[in-house]
């Protein structure tokens, strides 16, 4: 039924599908190149499933690793940034006249967003205790990154209240870390790394490719704005899938010169 053109229509998918089937020709093209091509990259992620003589992978499945390998990566990508537009308009995350975005900076947005709540599974490859609690081997595991990161923050504000999260700019001030669901900031020690999208042994392959992204766009944007929260009209029944948004979905980007200009007219 997909495969009609009227039912697409009568579904109100066909834009969407127009979108899907361009995405994967231009995917599919890049992929026959890559292949076809004598000096290829081979610690390219799609040449080593290519060049695996032990578990060969036919053109479908590598068209589809590429498709599942850029799908996840502009998802998390996007929902990333929009969190880190929260992060700067509601002030959780302040940056000083002429100061970049950098990566520690994003590591304080992981852990306040935590964009995927619930991480890829994992086998657990032998047995083991958590929490007093036995994990056979073989045990599908899922990963609360959320709660795991919602518990250190909270657990470790409690046991230190003046504590330094390294991840925040060392400066005068001491850097405070918020808590999910609650308006109180707590100064943290983050002794553990935070989780991002996925965890252990197959951890995101796109991770580094995103953060490097991810900092050239809010770079550009700090240099260029100054971000504040916009109306909002949340609609809630909407909000449930594997991702999680911000409540706040709206912003404004006022230039910086024009702020510049208003606040010299204010102290006039």
């Excluded at 036919?58 to 969190?83: H, K, P, Q, Y």
């Excluded at 590591?107 to 709540?117: D, F, G, I, T, Y």
């Excluded at 809010?218 to 909407?238: A, H, K, S, Y």
Aim: glycine letters at 4%; one cysteine or more.
């Amino acid at each position: 039924m997909v495969h009609s053109q009227l039912a697409r229509k009568i579904l109100g998918v066909h834009e969407i599908w127009d979108r899907y089937e361009k995405f994967t020709l231009i995917l599919k093209q890049a992929v026959t190149e890559l292949r076809s091509s004598p000096n290829r990259n081979k610690e390219c992620l799609l040449s080593v499933f290519l060049d695996n003589r032990d578990y060969p992978v036919s053109e479908n499945d590598i068209n589809r690793i590429a498709f599942e390998i850029m799908a996840a990566g502009v998802d998390t990508t996007t929902l990333t940034l929009v969190w880190c537009c929260y992060t700067l308009a509601t002030g959780k995350l302040k940056l000083k006249p002429g100061e970049s975005f950098t990566e520690n900076d994003l590591e304080v947005v992981h852990r306040l967003a935590s964009v995927v709540p619930m991480a890829l599974p994992h086998y657990a490859r032998f047995d083991s205790y958590l929490g007093g609690y036995l994990v056979p081997e073989g045990s599908l595991v899922f990963y609360n990154i959320y709660s795991v990161h919602q518990t250190q923050l909270r657990s470790l504000a409690e046991k230190n209240p003046n504590a330094v999260c390294p991840f925040a700019k060392q400066d005068n001030q001491i850097p405070k870390v918020y808590c999910s669901g609650s308006s109180m900031p707590f100064s943290v020690v983050c002794i553990l790394r935070y989780m991002f999208f996925s965890i252990g042994s197959r951890a995101c392959p796109g991770f580094m490719l995103a953060t490097r992204v991810i900092l050239r766009i809010i770079t550009r944007i700090t240099e260029e704005f100054e971000i504040f929260e916009g109306e909002n009209q949340v609609d809630l029944t909407n909000l449930n899938g594997l991702t999680r948004p911000p409540v706040t979905e709206s912003y404004q980007f006022v230039t910086k010169n024009k702020i510049t200009i208003k606040r010299c007219n204010v102290s006039n």
